[in-house]
């Protein structure tokens, strides 16, 4: 049986993206009921040496919206990385599901071993595309949303597994 590389990525990305604006909502409320300013929320980090909330979310959407660009052989689009609220990180989102929108499964589908190029950990790497989407674009995109899932949970945003999911 082939792998549908559409299959395994658009809607994939879609659906914990949506997951994730929902866990934000939450999280946005939770400040609100707590009286606890955003920002706590959005600067917190689990370790010193990790990106804050904001920026999970950001290179989370980077990974949804370059695997299938990449995959496609289509240009990945740039985002300026200035989000500063909540609003502004579901914007972020939403602008990603919308672009995961434009593809097909005819624009994905035979990109298995297609040659994507980029930099990973500061090098040049060269993979082939189920190669990039199993083993980088994937891994690297649940770290980012559960990492912003587990930086809410740990300031005590009322989260669960079924949230997460999207359940």
Do not use: W
């Not at 994507?116 to 949303?145: D, K, T």
Request: hydrophobic share 45%; aromatic share 8%; no cysteine.
């Amino acid at each position: 049986m082939t792998i549908s590389m559409y299959e395994a990525s658009v809607p994939v990305f879609t659906a914990r993206l949506k997951a994730l604006s929902n866990v934000l909502s939450i999280a946005e409320q939770n400040a609100l009921d707590r009286k606890i300013d955003p920002q706590v929320f959005l600067t917190s980090r689990l370790a010193p040496d990790m990106f804050a909330l904001t920026r999970q979310v950001q290179i989370a959407t980077d990974h949804a919206k370059g695997a299938p660009s990449r995959l496609a052989g289509r240009e990945v689009p740039r985002y300026e990385d200035n989000e500063v609220s909540f609003a502004d990180l579901q914007a972020r989102i939403a602008k990603t599901v919308d672009h995961l929108a434009t593809f097909s499964a005819a624009d994905l589908d035979g990109s298995e071993e297609r040659m994507i190029e980029l930099r990973l950990a500061g090098r040049e790497v060269s993979l082939r595309g189920l190669q990039y989407l199993l083993h980088a674009a994937m891994p690297n995109f649940y770290f980012h949303v559960t990492t912003a899932y587990d930086i809410l949970r740990h300031n005590g945003v009322p989260l669960s597994k079924a949230t997460f999911l999207g359940r």
